[in-house]
């Protein structure tokens, strides 16, 4: 079982920047595509960024050029480094991890608020 706890979410006016974490524990990490989604109110749960175990990554076009995600093995760790935030930015961010070898399986994390104030 896997166990993924995020932190670094928080209140911040629209052109700052936040770092979000997830650290991920019960489990090999480099056998995981690890992800951050978003959930905004009212609206369906999306992908914000994905990065594989070779360091492979793709985006969401509406945040393509201010978020970055990166992973640290070493720490089991997994980040998303957020700048130029705006107000539609705002929403429940989640961690996920997608074991890439049998037996599959996708893990969540239990969400970090994130709002961004105009």
């Known amino acids: 079982q896997v166990q993924l706890v995020e932190s670094g979410g928080g209140l911040v006016q629209a052109g700052g920047s936040l770092r979000l974490s997830c650290a991920a524990s019960?489990?090999?990490?480099?056998?995981?595509?690890m992800g951050w989604y978003r959930q905004a109110p009212g609206k369906q749960r999306e992908l914000v960024a994905r990065?594989?175990?070779?360091?492979?990554?793709n985006y969401a076009n509406s945040v393509k050029g201010r978020f970055t995600i990166s992973r640290d093995n070493a720490k089991n760790t997994v980040y998303l480094q957020m700048n130029g935030l705006k107000p539609e930015d705002t929403a429940v961010y989640y961690c996920?991890?997608?074991?890439?070898?049998?037996?599959?399986?996708?893990?969540w994390g239990q969400g970090t608020q994130v709002t961004v104030s105009s």
């Open positions: 996920n991890a997608d074991r890439i070898l049998p037996p599959f399986g996708r893990y």
């Open positions: 019960g489990t090999a990490f480099n056998i995981h595509n």
């Open positions: 990065i594989t175990p070779g360091n492979s990554t």
